[in-house]
């Protein structure tokens, strides 16, 4: 009596269920940021990696792609919070598109690694899962950071009234552009960032030039 049948899940105690799911991500991450393609990132590798029974990881998460999207939702919450913290300190919604554009590229320079898996590892289903709507997917947060300073300078009439949408989406095509390229030839003259950037809003989306 008072024996536990053989087989029983034992019950985490309050808390324990958060922190692993907190060591899956965290190894996921890391499994990822080291190189570790997201068709190698099988649930049973990230168990071992964890140290724990492959079934524990499906208490947390139904499958790879799950798996996945909570990684990536979470480096593009850094990478958003990256924004709005160099937006913060920024006067004018042209010095605020500016800092958001130079911090952008800042992120990808400093964190090498977590930007690789926003933007290298692919993984992500063109459509979103079911319950997951478009507006949930992945990296929604820092497009609508940039949208929202370019907004700003429509409004401000420091820009031309475009189609906010299509112009952010060939911003941060632009700025991604740049990361890839300065990744792949860094032996090229590159400018200074600020001149690239400087140069990207005046001939992309029409920002005055700065005095």
């Given at each position: 009596?008072?024996?536990?049948?053989?087989?029983?899940?034992?019950?985490?105690?309050?808390?324990e269920g958060d922190r692993?799911?907190?060591?899956?991500?965290?190894?996921?991450?890391?499994?990822?940021?080291?190189?570790?393609?997201?068709?190698?990132?099988?649930?049973?590798?990230?168990?071992?990696?964890?140290?724990?029974?492959?079934?524990?990881?499906?208490?947390?998460?139904?499958?790879?792609?799950?798996?996945?999207?909570?990684?990536?939702?979470?480096?593009?919450?850094?990478?958003?919070?990256?924004?709005?913290?160099?937006?913060?300190?920024?006067?004018?919604?042209?010095?605020?598109?500016?800092?958001?554009?130079?911090?952008?590229?800042?992120?990808?320079?400093?964190?090498?690694?977590?930007?690789?898996?926003?933007?290298?590892?692919?993984?992500?289903?063109?459509?979103?899962?079911?319950?997951?709507?478009?507006?949930?997917?992945?990296?929604?947060?820092?497009?609508?950071?940039?949208?929202?300073?370019?907004?700003?300078?429509?409004?401000?009439?420091?820009?031309?009234?475009t189609d906010l949408f299509?112009?952010?989406?060939?911003?941060?095509?632009?700025?991604?552009?740049?990361?890839?390229?300065?990744?792949?030839?860094?032996?090229?003259?590159?400018?200074?960032?600020?001149?690239?950037?400087?140069?990207?809003?005046?001939?992309?989306?029409?920002?005055?030039?700065?005095?």
């Amino acid at each position: 009596m008072g024996e536990r049948p053989a087989g029983a899940r034992v019950r985490n105690r309050r808390g324990e269920g958060d922190r692993l799911r907190r060591q899956l991500l965290d190894a996921a991450g890391r499994l990822l940021e080291q190189g570790v393609g997201h068709e190698a990132l099988s649930l049973r590798a990230l168990a071992r990696e964890v140290g724990i029974a492959t079934t524990s990881v499906y208490l947390h998460f139904a499958d790879r792609t799950e798996l996945l999207i909570a990684v990536y939702k979470e480096r593009f919450v850094e990478l958003s919070r990256f924004l709005d913290e160099a937006i913060a300190g920024a006067d004018g919604p042209a010095e605020r598109l500016r800092a958001c554009c130079l911090a952008y590229e800042r992120f990808a320079l400093e964190r090498p690694n977590a930007y690789r898996v926003l933007f290298e590892v692919a993984g992500t289903p063109s459509e979103p899962p079911p319950g997951l709507s478009r507006d949930q997917l992945p990296g929604v947060e820092a497009f609508g950071t940039v949208q929202r300073c370019l907004e700003a300078c429509v409004d401000a009439r420091l820009v031309p009234r475009t189609d906010l949408f299509v112009a952010t989406t060939c911003l941060l095509a632009a700025l991604h552009g740049l990361v890839a390229l300065r990744a792949s030839r860094p032996s090229f003259p590159w400018p200074p960032t600020a001149v690239l950037v400087d140069h990207l809003l005046t001939s992309q989306v029409g920002l005055r030039a700065r005095g």
